[in-house]
């Protein structure tokens, strides 16, 4: 029988297969450091893959195909025969949007009218089956529930991504109006029970006629709308790329995954296609095994060809890690004339063992081509990395300067110690350059690999997931007010040719979701005329002294102008800045202008 690799972390029962997380994943292992990995281990492990390889092509040589025929895959030296694309598909925005277009008429043609109609309807159809239970006490909340409309859950999801922006420890010190927690927003726009009546009630599907055995039944609608909209709104460049993300989630549920080098371990995995800007264009849940058991045959090869639907036959590009990479996808994807660019496991099959168990020093590379013009190349830097590529030449081009200086890749040697203790010997300090060349494959493939990591931390910023028993509410909410946000920010810069920050997008939109006067809007208020005492002089320069016209005018009323003459203060000084500039003293001037 053939010897698999096992994998060394624990895994859930309804995770996905035991080479789906290895040490050459495409996110780094965390707890993996190169001081800690002498090179005696590695030529250990480099022995083991060697032995695993040498078998499986001893089993490949004596196995035939369905036809009878056996399965050969020619491997030379690299001569260049890669199949050349012209880049012939839609990208950018799809539909015409002013310049002068807001946050959130960007954000409406994403969760568009029909869609918050569609929320509206649900969510009223849930409460009235949910009282119509009569699973609920006397003094329960849902005994006075008003039908909701459009307008407020509008302004139910500016809440909610203004909660995001202002983050309290529990849903009801947001209405606190004491203490610390004394904030005016949410109480002008909408009643603490209100809001949370409207956050249990959030539905999207009638549960009176969904079916029993979709797994996705609560949700499906809601992404199936969303992706058509995603798709209608902006289409990808020539790269993009496939990978997966967490939706956070410790509850219990069935096709929860566990990923231990993700920041959020526990949650619902999602296989997402996304352009190098961030734009999220396509995705797919991942619903883990059948009702059955059975694993799906070929899944890596499946979400991507099920995700690439409308982007084939375009001359595109697919980057992808190791989990998705293998010479059945590029075979498949060069025959719909589109590249792939991804990292390889030492384990995958069809591909030339004398480049997986070559031996390189660093700084090293070696490849092979077939027949398709696929490249198959590993180069050594700190570690071995493999590659597959369609599309680039195995070549070496220069990088930066930056990223040749040097690097301190052990810890420092053992310092006096101050105490009575005797110091721990400790390893010496070692320090390494970063190598002035890389495979051109490895540079387009960080550059390309890095538009859904982008997409994934401008959702983590200020997000409005808080913790829940409805698993579907709270991935809905993920994907209406954090996936749906950041791809309307996207197309909002795109638009408007404008840099704005993904909190300040925010702002603008949650502004205008509840209806709030912005600063731009208010009136310019006319500025206060600043007024000054000066001396007024004749054309000799000599002070001209006078009574105070103010002084004069108030004895007039009170006495008479003949007690004005003669109690009237004289002065020398004015105020050029009044009509007519009148002759003032200073205690008149200061009562004037106060």
Not at 124 to 129: D, I, K, M, S, V
Not at 289 to 315: D, H
Not at 515 to 544: A, V
Request: with cysteine; net charge positive.
């Amino acid at each position: 029988m053939r010897r698999r690799p096992v994998a060394t972390d624990t895994m859930s029962s309804d995770s996905e297969s035991d080479l789906d997380f290895g040490t050459d994943d495409s996110n780094e292992d965390p707890v993996w450091h190169p001081e800690e990995n002498s090179s005696e281990e590695d030529e250990n492990v480099s022995d083991v893959i060697r032995d695993i390889l040498l078998e499986e092509e001893r089993e490949d040589m004596h196995s035939d195909d369905d036809d009878g025929t056996r399965s050969l895959h020619q491997w030379s030296e690299y001569v260049g025969r890669h199949k050349v694309f012209d880049f012939v598909g839609k990208k950018g925005v799809q539909i015409e949007i002013s310049t002068q277009a807001s946050p959130s008429d960007i954000y409406s043609h994403i969760v568009d009218e029909a869609l918050v109609q569609f929320i509206v309807d649900e969510t009223n159809r849930f409460a009235e089956q949910t009282i119509a239970a009569k699973r609920r006490s006397k003094h329960a909340r849902m005994n006075q529930w008003i039908p909701t409309d459009s307008a407020e859950i509008k302004k139910f999801f500016g809440l909610m991504i203004w909660m995001g922006l202002v983050p309290l420890g529990r849903m009801e010190e947001y209405w606190e109006t004491k203490g610390v927690y004394n904030m005016a927003l949410p109480r002008t726009i909408m009643s603490r029970n209100r809001f949370q009546v409207l956050l249990s009630m959030l539905h999207f599907e009638n549960n009176e006629t969904s079916s029993q055995t979709n797994r996705l039944r609560k949700i499906e609608k809601l992404i199936d709308h969303l992706q058509t909209n995603f798709k209608a709104l902006f289409y990808p460049g020539e790269d993009f790329v496939i990978d997966e993300t967490l939706v956070p989630w410790r509850g219990r549920l069935v096709f929860r995954q566990y990923i231990p080098n993700k920041t959020h371990r526990y949650g619902v995995k999602l296989f997402k296609l996304c352009s190098t800007d961030g734009y999220t264009w396509a995705l797919r849940v991942y619903t883990g095994k059948s009702a059955t058991g059975e694993r799906e045959v070929g899944l890596a090869k499946n979400v991507c060809t099920e995700l690439c639907q409308g982007l084939l036959n375009e001359g595109r590009c697919l980057f992808v890690d190791n989990f998705y990479t293998s010479y059945e996808l590029a075979q498949s994807f060069l025959q719909q004339r589109t590249h792939v660019v991804g990292t390889l496991r030492a384990n995958k099959r069809n591909l030339p063992k004398e480049v997986l168990l070559a031996k390189l020093k660093r700084g090293e590379v070696i490849s092979r081509e077939d027949n398709d013009g696929i490249v198959v190349l590993k180069w050594k830097d700190t570690r071995d990395v493999r590659m597959l590529s369609t599309k680039h030449a195995p070549v070496l081009v220069p990088t930066s300067n930056r990223r040749s200086a040097p690097v301190r890749i052990q810890e420092d040697s053992a310092q006096p110690s101050t105490s009575s203790n005797p110091p721990q010997a400790t390893r010496p300090r070692r320090t390494t350059h970063r190598l002035p060349t890389k495979p051109e494959a490895i540079l387009a493939y960080n550059k390309g690999k890095a538009g859904i990591d982008l997409s994934d931390q401008m959702g983590s910023y200020a997000t409005t997931l808080r913790k829940g028993v409805k698993w579907y509410r709270k991935l809905g909410i993920e994907l209406l007010l954090g996936t749906s946000v950041v791809n309307a920010w996207v197309v909002y810069k795109n638009v408007t040719q404008t840099k704005i920050c993904i909190r300040k997008f925010r702002e603008k939109l949650v502004g205008e979701l509840l209806n709030m006067p912005s600063s731009s809007s208010r009136p310019e208020q006319p500025r206060t005329k600043h007024h000054h005492l000066k001396d007024r002089l004749n054309d000799s320069g000599i002070k001209i002294r006078r009574k105070c016209s103010v002084c004069y005018n108030r004895i007039t009323k009170e006495k008479g102008r003949v007690c004005a003459r003669k109690e009237a203060r004289q002065t020398y000084t004015f105020c050029e800045d009044c009509p007519e500039q009148p002759q003032m003293c200073r205690d008149c001037f200061n009562q004037q202008h106060k």
